[in-house]
């Protein structure tokens, strides 16, 4: 893992409750958003619960990204590890209920082994959008527009982190 802000790429860890259609979807636009990109290394989804564990994404978030230009997008969902607290620099929760489930999860790690084993920033990914505390709402159990209006946000998102993160990372070819 890089330290954030360092001369090194940045890893990125999205995570919702199941996996199959917040976090893959941020995963998505992140990737497509950052493909060239060389400040940025790793970039992942998960879940907090394993419900869809080895499922792949919703159907509607495949259509959405596809809509936008995202056909390559392959993922299996896979709940979050112990190890994902050390191994990524950044762990983006798409609501209150999974950033509260987060830092829950580093305390412990950090109580049990110390901070060297989990320093990654747990943070709320809606805080790179301009509106501090904003959430992702789940659009699994509703109509396709809630996966459009996902998309939107995981973009305003993304646009937000790279503005606020990445500039202050130097790339390679900056180095």
Same mark, same amino acid.
């Given at each position: %893992?890089?330290?954030?802000?360092?001369?090194?790429?940045?890893?990125?860890?999205?995570?919702?409750?199941?996996?199959?259609?917040?976090?893959? &979807?941020?995963?998505?636009?992140?990737?497509? %958003?950052?493909?060239?990109?060389?400040?940025?290394?790793?970039?992942?989804?998960?879940?907090?619960?394993?419900?869809?564990?080895?499922?792949?994404?919703?159907?509607?978030? %495949?259509?959405?990204?596809?809509?936008?230009?995202?056909?390559?997008?392959?993922?299996?969902?896979?709940?979050?590890?112990?190890?994902?607290?050390?191994?990524?620099?950044?762990?983006?929760? &798409?609501?209150?209920?999974?950033?509260?489930?987060?830092?829950?999860?580093?305390?412990?790690?950090?109580?049990?082994?110390?901070?060297?084993?989990?320093?990654?920033?747990? %943070?709320?990914?809606?805080?790179?959008?301009?509106?501090?505390?904003?959430?992702?709402?789940?659009?699994?159990?509703?109509?396709?527009?809630?996966?459009?209006?996902?998309?939107?946000? &995981?973009?305003?998102?993304?646009?937000?982190?790279?503005?606020?993160?990445?500039?202050?990372?130097?790339?390679?070819?900056?180095?």
């Amino acid at each position: %893992m890089s330290a954030p802000g360092a001369h090194k790429p940045v890893s990125v860890l999205f995570v919702c409750l199941g996996n199959i259609c917040r976090s893959p &979807m941020a995963e998505g636009v992140f990737r497509r %958003m950052t493909q060239a990109d060389e400040r940025v290394s790793v970039i992942d989804s998960a879940g907090t619960g394993a419900y869809h564990e080895g499922c792949p994404p919703d159907p509607r978030t %495949m259509t959405v990204l596809a809509d936008h230009g995202e056909t390559e997008y392959d993922h299996l969902a896979r709940k979050v590890r112990s190890s994902d607290f050390k191994d990524f620099d950044y762990i983006l929760a &798409m609501d209150g209920e999974n950033l509260h489930h987060l830092r829950r999860s580093q305390r412990r790690i950090v109580k049990t082994s110390g901070a060297d084993a989990a320093p990654a920033k747990v %943070m709320l990914f809606g805080d790179f959008g301009g509106r501090q505390g904003e959430e992702v709402i789940d659009p699994y159990y509703g109509a396709r527009d809630g996966f459009t209006i996902a998309y939107a946000q &995981m973009t305003r998102f993304t646009n937000g982190f790279i503005e606020q993160v990445l500039s202050g990372v130097n790339s390679t070819r900056e180095a």
